[in-house]
């Protein structure tokens, strides 16, 4: 699987394409779950470990948010609408420096969770397409 992290070039705001609802369909809520719980322990180990929350239910609550976001862009229950209001996601994050260097790490921590699963090569990629663009979107400081 070809999980390439695309350029950021800085201003430019490419369209974002959602991936495909299969990722819902076969991990269920369970496994989107787990699969951002595993992404969020590899980031509280990672380079930008500042960026998130070192209590422990602090943590267990944006993985929960988090999850929630990514089980309602793939297909599932609008979850994240109905807890927090419209994801905004940009404004949510405005006070977090992300740096397109913060971004690779984080992507990087998401291809280490995906190498893990076991689901066809399109609904891996689909997913990694997804994740690849939208993340060009957090980017706010440079």
């Given at each position: 699987m070809d999980y390439t992290i695309s350029k950021y070039f800085p201003g430019i705001r490419p369209q974002v394409t959602l991936p495909s609802p299969q990722i819902f369909i076969l991990l269920k809520e369970e496994g989107i779950r787990k699969m951002v719980s595993d992404h969020y322990d590899l980031l509280k180990e990672s380079a930008i470990q500042?960026?998130?929350?070192?209590?422990?239910i602090a943590l267990e609550k944006a993985k929960e948010h988090s999850a929630d976001f990514f089980i309602q862009i793939c297909g599932g229950p609008d979850f994240f609408n109905q807890n927090r209001g419209q994801?905004?996601?940009?404004?949510?994050?405005l006070p977090f420096k992300i740096t397109a260097e913060a971004r690779e790490v984080w992507l990087n921590c998401y291809k280490t969770v995906l190498q893990k699963l076991e689901l066809p090569g399109?609904?891996?990629l689909s997913f990694w397409n997804y994740l690849d663009v939208f993340s060009k979107w957090m980017v706010n400081s440079y």
């Amino acid at each position: 699987m070809d999980y390439t992290i695309s350029k950021y070039f800085p201003g430019i705001r490419p369209q974002v394409t959602l991936p495909s609802p299969q990722i819902f369909i076969l991990l269920k809520e369970e496994g989107i779950r787990k699969m951002v719980s595993d992404h969020y322990d590899l980031l509280k180990e990672s380079a930008i470990q500042d960026l998130f929350p070192k209590n422990r239910i602090a943590l267990e609550k944006a993985k929960e948010h988090s999850a929630d976001f990514f089980i309602q862009i793939c297909g599932g229950p609008d979850f994240f609408n109905q807890n927090r209001g419209q994801p905004r996601l940009n404004q949510r994050h405005l006070p977090f420096k992300i740096t397109a260097e913060a971004r690779e790490v984080w992507l990087n921590c998401y291809k280490t969770v995906l190498q893990k699963l076991e689901l066809p090569g399109e609904v891996l990629l689909s997913f990694w397409n997804y994740l690849d663009v939208f993340s060009k979107w957090m980017v706010n400081s440079y």
